[in-house]
């Protein structure tokens, strides 16, 4: 059986699509659900950048494609292998309001082509995260709103 290539995960937030946009793509308003730091430069090419201090972690990507305020993708640290080639995967946030919700759809691709000794911790840490992540954007876009 081949390896599993993509997660997705999909949740409804009850904020209009700009709201949801900044809270994606402004490192301010990012870094108040995903991690605790962040840093964006929202253009195809830009550098973006996601901390973690409990955990003394910062992953790096670099931003593929921009369309405000309906998706946007970018490229990050998977880690490196035995070997030192660091390895990436790609990150695609859609996004589409209706009725003054917006539906949130995370996909991460190219998991596949991660070597073995990446592959199994990526799936299980990223499959667990975006769930949690996207949960706490969920709380952070209801909190807002109130």
Avoid: H
Wanted: net charge negative; glycine share 8%.
């Amino acid at each position: 059986m081949g390896k599993q290539d993509i997660i997705e995960r999909t949740v409804k937030v009850a904020s209009p699509i700009g709201a949801v946009w900044d809270a994606l793509t402004v490192a301010e308003k990012l870094s108040q659900w995903f991690g605790d730091s962040a840093s964006v430069d929202l253009r195809p090419g830009g550098a973006i950048s996601f901390g973690w201090s409990d955990y003394d972690d910062i992953v790096a990507g670099v931003i593929d494609d921009v369309d405000e305020p309906t998706s946007f993708s970018y490229r990050w640290e998977a880690g490196a292998d035995e070997n030192g080639t660091t390895w990436t995967t790609k990150v695609t946030f859609t996004l589409e309001e209706s009725a003054g919700m917006t539906t949130v759809t995370v996909r991460e691709t190219g998991l596949s082509l991660l070597p073995d000794e990446l592959y199994d911790r990526t799936l299980e840490e990223n499959s667990s995260g975006w769930k949690a992540e996207l949960a706490d954007l969920v709380a952070l876009l209801a909190n807002a709103a109130v």
